[in-house]
């Protein structure tokens, strides 16, 4: 496990302003990482990761049973940032059955017709389940602060676009949240963060090989110019919506073994922190199980 003052080295507490400039986006979050050198830290990341897997897998099945709470991930971050590797790596362990990936593109004109909350109210994870947002809500203190105009296609009343727009949807977030805590969904949010370099690193790679051209779209490189704005979006929105019911994790995500390994950590530790339990069974049903194990065994 990782060192709990990690942790919560990269939890945002509630209240703080943030300033991206002041988390790293490498591997080295302390003094003992650094000294212990890469090499060493990322093979403890793998072994941390690895168990984290199986761990989570056994944590899922115990949500799954109790079918009182449910969990709900989100992660967010720059293009390239890792979000889908993320998906892929940390939940490789768990039983699709209990587990729902919903990503969230431009809205549909059906969307645009309703509240920025509704088509994410839709896909919230049942009891029992673990559901994870790749990108969400938080587009719409992200995107449509950088670029406004689309808020015209989300047809809301002029009165209600003043100076005190922003404020009100990071109200609206954090009563949404807030909601979704006290009705028993733990809610566990990840800003991969990467620097201007490695981003450019990624988009390189992936334009020098023809298999790749696919993840690459002339928009992603396009919004690579807004990259000021967007850091400056991100961290009015962390700044915001760090709660205590529902903090941000800043993830240093520049190597993609440091970020899975800790988020790994955070989800597989918040959720054994629930204290779930596997459904009662009752002195009745037992002797009724009982009966229907002897009657099993004697089956001819």
Known sequence: MIKKELIQKIMVKPGKKVDLKDYE???????????????????????????????????????WANGIHSVLIVLQGMDTA????????????????????????????????????????????SRGEIGIFNRSYYEDVLVVMVHPEILDAQRLPSAKRGDKFWERRYDDINSFERHLDANGTLILKFFLHISKEEQKRRLMDRLKDKEKY????????????????????????????????????????????????????VITGKIEDMDLSYPKVSDAQIEELKKAKTQLKNEK
């Not at 990341?45 to 115990?62: D, F, G, K, M, V």
């Not at 362990?93 to 919903?102: D, E, I, L, S």
């Open 82 to 125: 890792g979000k889908d590797g993320t998906i892929r790596h940390v939940m490789s362990g768990v039983n699709p059955q209990g587990c729902r990936v919903t990503g969230f593109k431009v809205p549909s004109s059906e969307e645009l017709g309703h509240n920025f909350l509704w088509r994410h109210s839709k896909a919230l994870p």
């Open 25 to 63: 986006t490498g591997w080295a979050q302390n003094d003992d990482l650094k000294k212990a050198g890469e090499g060493v830290v990322k093979e403890a990341a793998l072994r941390i990761l690895e168990h984290n897997r199986q761990a989570l897998a056994a944590s899922q099945e115990l949500l």
């Open 214 to 265: 696919w993840k690459v779209s002339p928009a992603d490189l396009k919004e690579r110019g807004f990259w000021d704005d967007y850091i400056s979006a991100y961290n009015a929105m962390l700044s915001k919506t760090s709660t205590k019911w529902a903090p941000w994790y800043i993830i240093p995500a520049d190597y993609k073994w440091a970020a899975r390994a800790l988020i790994a950590d």
